[in-house]
């Protein structure tokens, strides 16, 4: 028979050994974790939306995948269907429809693939599949400037468990931002573009940007100026030094300014450390849809990653469907992206990725009943056991031990099961000790206790 | 502005609010957890794959929602890539690619939505987007009963967690199934549309049972015979005794009863109680695929709800993608239709929903930092716990909790804030005590017990 070449679709193909899904989904644990330890709930949108309301704020369409039935007669998904491309918008779609029955503020936590039709690179982490991991605080009317100052304190708490290492957030205010350009006479047409620009300062070398700059309309001493005023390193008590002399000459930069020192004292009470954020006036994000404050999050040895979570706040979430005001703040992680790059610096050892911590050997099938009790103790005491089932030589049933990850291995043959003991070997560590078969649960526990310390003593484990 | 309708797709509409979320994902939480305890190992696969992949069996063109892109260039996945409808064709081509890393046997787990361009029907928990949670076992070559016989204690241990009450896992054979027929001198050509009369004997009057197989060629009193033989009750082991008759008249079915047997017993020797399963002749599955044992469950008090997990053994897993014999054996829980059908019939009750355990009130933000440090401390100790940032009445706090579900709410005004106490509100008992800032984790944790055995004892929650 002739063979199906068994492939994945380019930009669809972040998919994982066991071990390495294993280590994904301990990553999802530990962002649903501290969403909920904050008060979050989720939800969960379907993959397929309304194109109208996945078009509805426009400048998405090339690339949204619309979904067609392969080879029958269209149906109402086939005509009016497709992927959703983040998850606001169907966030926006979910409150309009259920305003009534939520309670506001709403806080909701939201984990979840999204489709877009880029172009993949591998390199930058850019795939056409990926997940987002969401949380967004909504209110109706009037937000308190407090839900962006608990923002940084959730990311915090995040990283910190995730283990990555040393990590900044990144603070701006979009009104100082405005503010500066106006102080350094940017023309309102010609902000974006040099916003852009700005935006590189933390990747580029500064004769790019300084180009850009000029591009956009800039002198050259203008450009030097405003670029001079923008990638000085400053602490966060600096900042708001330079942005208040700045303050003095116009409105949108004295009031940017203010939430933004008001924000920073807040970001200090939510028990965020001085380490672990600052003002970074180059961070720009996205132009339309963010009014105040906006965040960005890099890893202090690995800034070449970019940022790994991202977000901002908005004045009004859902006005393509509601006339409520919904004002709101909210950030995302894009983790098959920050999983990619986590590989690929070597981060990932950190987190656990055993999948089953012990295997029962089965060394004589007249015992089978022996085999299946220990592993039925075992997994009453909440210890993920596997029985090999097959009938193989033990060299080979170790072999497969290994191969899948196992810490320990259990055996027993005429021998011990006559003597009603049974072996307890750690695969690893190439240990092996004999034990009562009334005493197998706790040995087992401490065998696997002793063999996560021992690898976190090797620097191979969490 | 005129507004999108914010509306949902027909038949991509399972959608919930976050308390019934937080029941879900909890569904899932126990599948996954006895999953692994049994050895199994995650993958997940892309959402889309070639469509050569996803066709290579035939047969289900017309329930494939093929992908295109909205408005732009055609991408390679907009020209050649298809939503997955079930979780095996992708497991298939998954090991197919990656046979020289996985691990034999291969014990994976995988739990995602799938989609399929069927006619939505809410009342048979029928969606276009749905979950399913799989298992399965492979083995290259050959694959021991004994895998077969552990599949039924996974799925006991699934749903005596999940607490739907008592359940029944019948198991079948399709020799069983075929040397039946043969005994009852059902010609080959017959076999599947007299399979699929027999399916229908839980759920229909046996007269429409008897006209089907009438239809199907069969004589009056050959269509009543066989399904006098196929709808008597017996227990397992007059089961294996009334196959054993009809066995000494034809092979397949002496081959098949014998396996039945062996199974059965080993079944019992994996531990799963005797009330927990039967041997069901009626059971029937896929007509082409399943070539052993095969498995369907049914919940005693709701049998119209159908299966609730099924699947079977099966001969080559990926013989459309590799020349490797790959036998194996799976199950697969469909989690959307199962949660909608337990939510009909009121068995969702059982299924903690509580999302987050503790509201800080703000009386008054010039304690801000006073609650922020309670929260730190609750969170610390692994309490969910949310402080309200807004500022509002102590009446519209205490609502917002209620809606929200919140089981307690920590109160402190000045008083409170002076004498360094605060209340502890059990928000269903409408009690509240005092105590002092230094016992107030340990106050809550057992506020939160109490509030949680009252449930319990009032039938309201687990």
Request: hydrophobic share 40%; aromatic share 8%; proline share 3%.
């Amino acid at each position: 028979m002739s063979k199906v070449q068994p492939a994945l679709l380019r930009g669809f193909d972040q998919e994982y050994l066991p071990q390495e899904q294993l280590q994904f989904n301990r990553l999802v644990e530990i962002i649903r974790r501290n969403f909920e330890l904050f008060g979050f709930v989720p939800i969960e949108t379907p993959a397929a939306e309304r194109k109208e309301v996945l078009t509805s704020k426009g400048g998405v369409e090339k690339e949204i995948y619309a979904l067609t039935r392969l080879a029958a007669d269209d149906d109402e998904a086939s005509i009016k269907g497709a992927l959703h491309f983040d998850l606001t918008v169907p966030l926006a779609r979910y409150v309009a429809m259920r305003e009534r029955e939520l309670p506001f503020p709403f806080r909701r936590y939201q984990i979840q693939k999204v489709w877009r039709g880029e172009t993949p690179q591998a390199r930058k982490g850019r795939f056409r599949e990926f997940y987002q991991c969401d949380i967004d605080i909504i209110n109706r009317d009037k937000l308190s400037y407090l839900a962006e100052a608990e923002i940084p304190s959730v990311i915090h708490s995040v990283f910190r468990e995730m283990g990555v290492g040393e990590f900044r957030i990144r603070i701006n205010n979009r009104k100082v931002l405005k503010g500066v350009l106006q102080g350094f006479n940017v023309s309102d047409d010609n902000s974006a573009v040099v916003l852009r620009s700005l935006d590189k300062i933390e990747r580029e070398k500064s004769s790019v940007v300084l180009e850009d700059l000029s591009r956009a309309g800039m002198s050259d001493a203008q450009a030097s100026r405003l670029f001079s005023f923008m990638s000085t390193k400053r602490d966060t008590n600096e900042t708001l030094g330079a942005l208040s002399e700045l303050a003095s000459q116009n409105e949108m930069c004295k009031t940017g300014t203010a939430e933004l020192r008001e924000l920073v004292a807040a970001v200090r009470k939510f028990g965020v450390p001085e380490s672990a954020f600052c003002i970074d006036l180059a961070v720009v994000r996205g132009l339309d849809y963010y009014t105040g404050t906006i965040y960005e999050t890099t890893l202090n040895s690995y800034p070449e990653l970019g940022s790994i979570c991202s977000g901002g706040r908005y004045d009004d979430l859902a006005s393509y469907f509601t006339d409520t005001k919904l004002p709101g703040v909210g950030i995302s992680i894009g983790l098959t992206r920050l999983f990619s790059k986590l590989r690929e610096v070597g981060l990932l050892h950190a987190v656990e990725k055993t999948p089953t911590e012990a295997l029962v050997v089965t060394m004589d099938h007249r015992y089978l009943d022996w085999y299946l009790d220990i592993a039925r103790l075992l997994r009453e005491a909440g210890v993920n056991t596997e029985v090999y089932l097959e009938s193989a030589k033990l060299r080979n049933q170790l072999a497969y031990a290994d191969k899948k990850g196992f810490r320990l291995a259990l055996i027993a043959g005429q021998s011990e099961v006559e003597r009603n003991v049974v072996q307890i070997k750690d695969l690893s560590a190439q240990t092996a000790s004999e034990f009562p078969l009334a005493e197998v649960v706790s040995a087992v526990k401490s065998a696997l206790e002793d063999s996560i310390k021992r690898e976190a003593a090797d620097g191979i484990g969490p």
